[in-house]
């Protein structure tokens, strides 16, 4: 069964740079897209992104310029980078597996399903 | 991008009641593009539904999901003490995909 685990800095102070990895363990990491979800009070859950192994990205327009995801095949491993934070991007942020990422030889270009492996959630706090 | 409005935003029932939750979407959603979710209170949210009908691994058969276009439901049949949690609805038909804003369900 898939396993997500996850850690990161959780207090940043603002226009710092967030820095997440999850590792996934105990299924198949390339064969799908990985996300990163986040939750608030204020906003819900929200959609940050997906990256396949195979490195398509798509990222949350109005969150892309900040954006960068990468992943490390070796390791199993999906990294979050976002710059300039605020006190808007506090919250509990998710890595979570998506779609499949091709169709035998054909590369797909985004997950399109449902999330249905989650890790255990970061608390990302941001204070002067 | 695609707004989903769940309501009622709180549902208080009994156990052994029928639950019906209401998603609608801003656009129109391939019913293949729709799940629901379950999150209790410190946990992870848990895939319940995806393609609008199908049953994720180990959920109970009281748990059905229907609906087309853009208004959908999720139907727990006979409600369970453990099914007092908050439930949300989630397009990926288009991105960026997008999440309701949940449905309380209390005793």
């Known amino acids: 069964q898939v396993q997500l685990q996850q850690w990161g800095a959780g207090l940043l102070r603002p226009s710092d740079t967030l820095s997440l990895t999850c590792v996934v363990s105990g299924g198949s990491f390339d064969d799908y897209f990985w996300s990163w979800i986040r939750q608030s009070p204020e906003k819900g859950l929200e959609w940050i992104g997906e990256i396949s192994p195979r490195g398509v990205t798509n990222y949350r327009p109005s969150l892309s310029s900040r954006l960068t995801m990468t992943v490390d095949r070796s390791q199993n491993r999906i990294f979050l980078r976002m710059t300039s934070m605020t006190a808007d991007d506090i919250g509990l942020y998710y890595c979570?597996?998506?779609?499949?990422?091709?169709?035998?030889?054909?590369?797909?270009?985004?997950?399109?399903?449902?999330?249905?492996?989650w890790g255990q959630g970061s608390l990302v706090t941001v204070s002067s | 991008e695609i707004l989903l409005t769940q309501s009622p935003g709180t549902l208080s029932l009994s156990p052994g009641d029928r639950a019906a939750l209401s998603c609608r979407a801003s656009q129109s959603v391939s019913a293949k593009y729709l799940a629901w979710y379950q999150q209790k209170s410190g946990q992870v949210p848990r895939l319940l539904i995806y393609?609008?009908?199908t049953r994720a691994s180990g959920i109970p058969d009281r748990f059905s999901g229907s609906g087309s276009g853009t208004d959908f439901t999720l139907t727990i049949s006979r409600l369970e003490p453990e099914d007092f949690a908050v439930y949300f609805c989630?397009?990926?038909?288009?991105?960026?995909?997008?999440f309701g804003q949940g449905t309380k369900l209390e005793i």
């Open positions: 979570a597996r998506g779609g499949f990422s091709a169709v035998g030889k054909h590369v797909l270009q985004s997950g399109r399903d449902s999330f249905d492996s």
């Open positions: 393609g609008t009908t």
């Open positions: 989630q397009q990926y038909v288009n991105l960026p995909y997008t």
